[in-house]
């Protein structure tokens, strides 16, 4: 049955009133709120969840924030509590490019989450909707800047009904290309030798969301990159159990 793509809502953080749709065939009425609310639990419950910004900024947790430049960027802005922050819709393109800084990321997006566990990085999450087609993509980006607020990782984690379209845009811009695993569609980019992006694009049994599920990471080129430890602790598994 063709289902409405569903929207990523960016919610402010109180009086928050319910933003439903309509699927036009069946009648049934879907929560926004409650979609980003269950994809928002879903994440926090992992070790790697981030500290949302308005807590970061005025805690113990901006440790991992001792730059300045972005410590400064993390005080949380005073809005009117009854303001609802509309969605910010972002083509793939201009979600994974290398030019982006903190300061980008802090004024396109009105909810960044920081105090990302990572200690080679300085790491901005933010809750990313492409757009409302079936091809579209809706769910989170992570930006990791070294000390001197270069970008060097991408990190994205969403869903689609179509992942077609970014595909095409990763294989043919950062090089990636297929290689054969099981259960799955693996994309893999390497640099002197060793995996440098990484996208997987899996199948999701939940009815609740579109499709398919994709986890993509892209590092820029430099000395010393790398994956994350997660993702090559997942590759070594797949080769472990013969899936890759």
Partial sequence: ???????????????????????????????????????????????????????????????????????????????????????????????????ITPNFVMQRWPRVSGGLPDLKYQGLRVPIMTGTSSYDIYGSASYFFNRSHQLERIGLHGYTDDPEPLIQFVTNTYRLREYAATGQRLFLAYFKGQPLSVLRVQRTNNTDKPAMQVLLEINAPVEGASLSEEHLKYLTSLREANLL
């Fill in 1 to 99: 049955m063709h289902r409405t793509l569903l929207l990523l809502g960016i919610i402010a953080a109180a009086a928050i009133t319910p933003i439903v749709i309509a699927n036009t065939k069946s009648g049934e009425r879907i929560s926004l709120l409650d979609r980003f609310k269950n994809f928002a639990t879903a994440n926090s419950t992992d070790k790697s969840a981030p500290t949302n910004v308005a807590q970061s900024a005025n805690s113990s947790s901006t440790a991992l924030f001792s730059d300045p430049t972005i410590a400064a960027l993390l005080k949380p802005p005073v809005q009117p509590k009854s303001k609802v922050v509309e969605p910010v819709v972002t083509p793939i393109p201009d979600l994974l490019r290398f030019d």
